[in-house]
């Protein structure tokens, strides 16, 4: 089974909330998970497989929790060849162009960094979808047999 390391981005604690559930989830399926809510670029490298889970704030901005590591792995570039990656975006479609904005932002800098993405991103619209577990739980499953393929 898989290790999972879930970055957090959480604003008012939503995505937080998310990433809980998640864990619990990924724990009882056999899975290993580990909720990091202040990550370092080493927890990153170190990661085997890679989760993030943010919602956006501002303009399109990535949390506070969360953007420190953003603006370290954008400033020291370390290649993260090959390393499964999944983007869980949280945002609010009223918001336009900056919908998902820091889900968006973490996807391409891991692309950038030759991180391999398992599957697409989700991206959960909260003006609709109040609770995102029911969104995010098909979309996990789907990324997880992508993962172990």
Known sequence: MAHISIFVGSVNGGAERLSVDIAKQLDQAGHESTVIMDASVDDIKN??????????????DI????AGL???LNSTFP???????GIIAMGDRCYGDTFCGAGRSFDELLRDLQAKPVGSRLE???SVDYDPLPVAQPWLNSWLNKLQA
């Open 79 to 85: 290649m993260l060849t090959d390393k499964p990656f």
């Open 63 to 66: 949390p506070s929790n969360l």
């Open 70 to 72: 953003y603006f370290a």
């Open 124 to 126: 959960i619209d909260a």
């Open 47 to 60: 990661a085997k497989n890679i989760l993030v889970i943010t919602s956006t704030t501002g303009q399109g």
